[in-house]
Every structure is written in structure tokens, then in C-alpha cells.
């Protein structure tokens, strides 16, 4: 990681130098070895950034596999992985690798040192994978673990794609009849000397004050868009919305299990590394919403008691009658890992086919809605049309 150093010299000269070291303390000491004192250091300006998009983790981590199953050595494979390399960013972070390995020091600790990049998973598999001088197998376990993250993802994500664009070309149409055409019919029915329907009538009042105040309903929208789009922001941090959907009648029960899913398949495969139950557990609290998080605490304490897994997550939630079932069969037979990983294969299952159900119903359902919402709206237009023409027959 680059650092810029401001440095003062013994002739109270002042300068500022780029400093590539593994952290803070490292670029601070390098620049103390050359005789300079250092007033200020920080990360250099877009570092960070180009950082957090520098390397792709499932792509570097299947590279580094071939590379490693063709007979080469940890250091070998990142030699030829920085060879191979064009992007500057990329080459960067490999560079610091191979640095940190030719110190001498392990793979999992100079992993360590960017945790930016490399995940405390990555890094827990790898640590496991030095203990048992595995690994290929350990990155084959994170490959396929991440293969089935994102392939459930991208359903989820294509399942939500085609309801977005209805609401927006909807809501789209409709903004575009009540802020620009009905105040327009407005006009012209104003004067027209006849009494209107009353829902006719409320919707030209509404056209008539939207032409009168146009600017204070835009500040007035933006006044209300502005901090909806921050909180809404805010709770995705916080993980706000995955509480809501929770509380979510039918939706609720899909995201818990979703959040199990995960969590079971995390589990399975640190537990499948050689890592224990406790040690997986600490490492994925990070990665789990608040609720799952402080259930995850309550049920490491009670394994640390003595209990048994199965117990501990029931205790606490975590488990579903099927999953009980499969941790149960693990403890008897001592092959935790993979009923884990299994209880999460059956529960994406049963995601997928849950989306594949709601969005066949819920996309049909959105398009009549919309299509009601915009036919109304045109029909209170042409309704005193339509009563014109009937007194002119």
C-alpha cells in the first residue's frame, strides 16, 4: 500500500515522499531508517479506491489454483500471475504479495495485511490451508463456495429486474399524465362552461394546482427524496432492511432461511478447512446481519459450555426442523463440514424455486396494477368528452 510521508530532515527542510509499505508502522519505519522525521503520513489520495476494484478474488484465486495443481510453488504461481499482468492496481497488490513472501513470512499473514481485498474468510481458509499444507483444495472449497453465493444472487437480482422497470416506466407514465397532461385538460375544461364528474373535477383541480406551483412541488419533492434516499442508504448499511423484510408476512421466513442458507454454508466450509466449529463461527459474525450476529455469540457460548451444536442453534434460532435434523446425523457421525454445506444446498433449493413462484405471481398482479392506475387516469380525462359527445347525440 502506498503512503504519502511528510518528512522534516536534520536541516529543517520539509518534504513530502511516496512510501510503498505493508501498513502504517511499515512506511513510518522505512522513512525513519533514512534519517528523516515524519510530521504527517497518511494513505496516498485515490489509493483506496483503486484498491477496493484492484483484484477480483474469485478469478485470482481460480488462476492461482491452475497454477498451483500444474506442479508450481506459492511463490512461483504469483511470479507468473505478476508476469501475465497488465493493470498497474493488480500488479501492485501482487507485487506486495511476493514481497511479503520473500521476507519470509506466511501467505495468510501477508494476506492479512490488505484487508481491503482479502476477506477474514479468505484469510481463515488460507491460515487452515497452511496447517494442513493444502492449499489447492482449500481455494477449490472458496471457489465453489462463492460460485453458489452469486449464482443465488443473480437470481435473485434477474428475479427483480423486470418488476423495477414496470415501476418505472409506470410510475414513469403516470408523472408524466398528472404533472403534464392533466394540467393541459385543465385549461381547455376550464372554460368550457360544464360540470364535470367529481372525480373528473378532483383530478383537473390537482392539474390546475400543479401548473400554479410547479417549483414549490419540485423543492417539496426533492425535500422528501433527499433524506428517504439517505435513510434508505443507511438502513442497507445497518442491515435495516433485512429487519424489515423479516417482519415481512411470508416474506419474513424466505429471508431467514436465505440468511441460514448462507450461514450453514459458510460454516460447512471453514468446518470442511480444518478450522473448528468456535473458530468458524468468530470468523463469520462479521459477515452476518445484527440478529443472526448476537444469536451467532449466544450460540459460541453455549458450544464453549459443552454443548452440542445442534442444541446451541436451536436454542437460539438458527436452525430449521430439516437442518436440526442434518446437524444431529453430523454430530453422530463426526462429519460436521459437509452436513452443513448439504443443509444449505437443500435451503438454496427451495430459494430458487420460492423465487421462480413469486415473480411468475407478482409480475402479472404489478402489470394490472399499473395498467389500472394509468387507465383511470385516462379515462377521468375523457370522461367529459365522452359526456360532451352523449349530449351531442
Given at each position: ?356 413462484r413469486f415473480t411468475r405471481t407478482f409480475e402479472p398482479l404489478l402489470m394490472a396494477g ?24
Amino acid at each position: 500500500m502506498k503512503f504519502t510521508v511528510r518528512t522534516l530532515a536534520a536541516d529543517l527542510s520539509i518534504t513530502e515522499l511516496t512510501v510503498d509499505g505493508r501498513n502504517e508502522a511499515d512506511a513510518r519505519h522505512q522513512v525513519e531508517l533514512r534519517g528523516l522525521f515524519v510530521s504527517a503520513i497518511g494513505p496516498q489520495r485515490g489509493a483506496a479506491g483503486k484498491r477496493g476494484n484492484a483484484l477480483s478474488l474469485v478469478l485470482f484465486s481460480q488462476e492461482l489454483l491452475a497454477l498451483l495443481q500444474a506442479g508450481l510453488g506459492i511463490v512461483e504461481a504469483l511470479e507468473a500471475l505478476l508476469e501475465k499482468e497488465s493493470s498497474p492496481a493488480t500488479r501492485d497488490v501482487l507485487g506486495r504479495l511476493l514481497g511479503g513472501l520473500r521476507e519470509g513470512r506466511r501467505f495468510s499473514a501477508v494476506l492479512a495485511d490488505q484487508p481491503d481485498l482479502f476477506s477474514p474468510l479468505y484469510i481463515g481458509i488460507v491460515q487452515a490451508a497452511e496447517g494442513t499444507s493444502d492449499l489447492p483444495r482449500s481455494l477449490e472449497r472458496f471457489i465453489d463456495y462463492q460460485q453458489r453465493i452469486d449464482k443465488v444472487r443473480e437470481k435473485i437480482v434477474s428475479a427483480a429486474i423486470y418488476p423495477m422497470i414496470l415501476l418505472l416506466v409506470g410510475g414513469g407514465v403516470s408523472a408524466f399524465l398528472i404533472g403534464y397532461v392533466v394540467p393541459r385538460f385543465a385549461e381547455v375544461y376550464q372554460g368550457a362552461g360544464r360540470n364535470l364528474p367529481w372525480m373528473s373535477q378532483q383530478l383537473l383541480y390537482w392539474g390546475q394546482f400543479a401548473t400554479q406551483h410547479t417549483m414549490l412541488l419540485l423543492a417539496l419533492a426533492l425535500a422528501v427524496g433527499v433524506p428517504l434516499v439517505l435513510a434508505l442508504r443507511r438502513m442497507m448499511a445497518d442491515g435495516g432492511v433485512v429487519r424489515l423484510l423479516v417482519r415481512l408476512p411470508g416474506v419474513g421466513e424466505r429471508v431467514r432461511i436465505f440468511e441460514l442458507s448462507r450461514l450453514y454454508l459458510t460454516l460447512g466450509m471453514l468446518s470442511e478447512g480444518g478450522i473448528t466449529l468456535v473458530q468458524a463461527i468468530a470468523t463469520v459474525q462479521g459477515m452476518v446481519s445484527p440478529g443472526v450476529r448476537s444469536a451467532l455469540q449466544a450460540a459460541r457460548a453455549s458450544i464453549e459450555a459443552g454443548l452440542p451444536m445442534s442444541v446451541a442453534f436451536e436454542a437460539n434460532g438458527l436452525t430449521t426442523p430439516i437442518s436440526l435434523r442434518m446437524l444431529r446425523v453430523g454430530e453422530r457421525t463426526g462429519d460436521m463440514g459437509p452436513m452443513l454445506t448439504q443443509s444449505a444446498a437443500f435451503y438454496d433449493g427451495e430459494i430458487s424455486r420460492w423465487i421462480e413462484r413469486f415473480t411468475r405471481t407478482f409480475e402479472p398482479l404489478l402489470m394490472a396494477g399499473i395498467g389500472l392506475i394509468v387507465g383511470a387516469i385516462v379515462v377521468m380525462l375523457y370522461m367529459p368528452i365522452f359526456d360532451l359527445a352523449g349530449d351531442m347525440s
